[in-house]
């Protein structure tokens, strides 16, 4: 994958005058975060520019600025393929891959549009036409700081930019606390808040929103779904689409509280299983060593980042659980290596 010089991306993106930005399926702080962040640049500079999203995001992101200007690709096709396919430019943001976003991601790669991939995930697909890819970045939003820097300058970063973005670095971290969160997130962050990010209720918008059913939800998983394998450093919990009814689950109830276990000493695997329409969602998180993007690679079709992956199973819920129980023996090497 060649590194494509600042002037090859400025060039291209002051000729295009219709962009089309995409990010992955079920959207996160991250995803919403570079996609609006650059969406704010680009209107900036005149252009013709559109969000496009696979599926709805939640609701805990529905207060960033222009989130609701974005075209949900599962509500409008229609509208979503007129737009693809007059766009000059297509920015894939914060995923690599065509197989992710699925009939969307045909659209795209039929479309005569130049394809340029802004993201963090390890192993990007090398069919795009241009990268700006490090994944050592924190976060996507990170990314889109430094290309937005690099085409053009810091003065362009404004007070609506500048918040979308420290959310998606804010979310992609755990709130700065991973070991993602370099000197120089920090040093992004710092400029953000100078460009008028307002940190604290940034906070309080993305975090402080919870239902009462989520809240109870959360408590009902710690307390009766929570199980520690400790002769193996692992956790799990698994939900069925009745309990999620159960609390009312809406899009976004369940984000997070895969984390939790990994708070108890001593237990560097977590997962988080969910049924939902019939399809087995996974979590996995870990602390230090295991990685979690080659487990999820390896045994459940997924992937993501050393520390945090996700997977689809088409088994039931219980034999998706029981396989992850299984392989445990086989990673307790990995598992205890710190
Ligand atoms: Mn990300």
């Known amino acids: 994958m060649q590194k494509t010089p600042f002037s090859i991306f400025k ?88 197989n992710r976003i699925d009939a969307l991601g045909e659209l795209i790669r039929n479309s005569a ?101 989520r809240l109870k939800l959360l408590g009902y998983c710690l307390h009766e779904k929570l199980v520690f394998i400790p002769e193996y450093k692992a956790a799990y919990m698994a939900l069925s689409e009745e309990e999620l009814k159960k609390f009312g689950f809406k899009k976004g109830d369940t984000e997070g509280i895969v984390n939790y276990a990994l708070s108890v000493s001593g237990i560097e695997l977590s997962a988080f299983f969910s049924e939902k329409e019939g399809a087995i969602r996974i979590s996995f998180r870990s602390k230090n060593k295991f990685d979690v993007n080659k487990f999820a690679r390896a045994h459940f079709n997924g992937g993501g980042h050393i520390n945090a992956a996700g997977a689809k199973s088409d088994l039931s819920l219980k034999d998706t659980v029981n396989k992850f129980i299984e392989l445990l023996p086989k990673h307790k090497t990995e598992l205890f290596k710190r």
């Open 11 to 98: 060039k291209l993106v002051t000729k295009a005058k219709t962009i089309s930005i995409v990010t992955h399926v079920n959207p996160d702080g991250d995803a919403m975060g570079s996609s609006l962040g650059l969406y704010h640049y680009l209107k900036g500079k005149g252009k013709n520019v559109k969000v496009i999203v696979p599926n709805a995001f939640p609701d805990f992101l529905a207060w960033m600025p222009a989130s609701k200007q974005s075209m949900v690709f599962e509500k409008n096709e229609e509208a979503v393929k007129k737009q693809i396919n007059k766009s000059e430019l297509v920015f894939i943001l914060d995923f690599n891959n065509y």
């Open 113 to 213: 549009s130049k394809k340029i991939v802004i993201d963090h995930h390890q192993k990007p697909d090398t069919v795009f036409d241009y990268y700006f890819h490090d994944e050592k970045a924190s976060s996507t939003c990170e990314l889109i700081y430094d290309f937005v820097c690099g085409i053009d300058s810091k003065k362009v970063v404004d007070k609506k930019m500048a918040t979308c973005l420290y959310t998606g670095i804010m979310t992609d971290t755990g709130s700065f606390r991973f070991s993602s969160t370099t000197q120089k997130t920090f040093q992004v962050a710092a400029s953000l808040i100078e460009a008028g990010a307002q940190n604290a209720t940034i906070y309080a918008n993305v975090y402080d929103d919870y239902t009462q059913h």
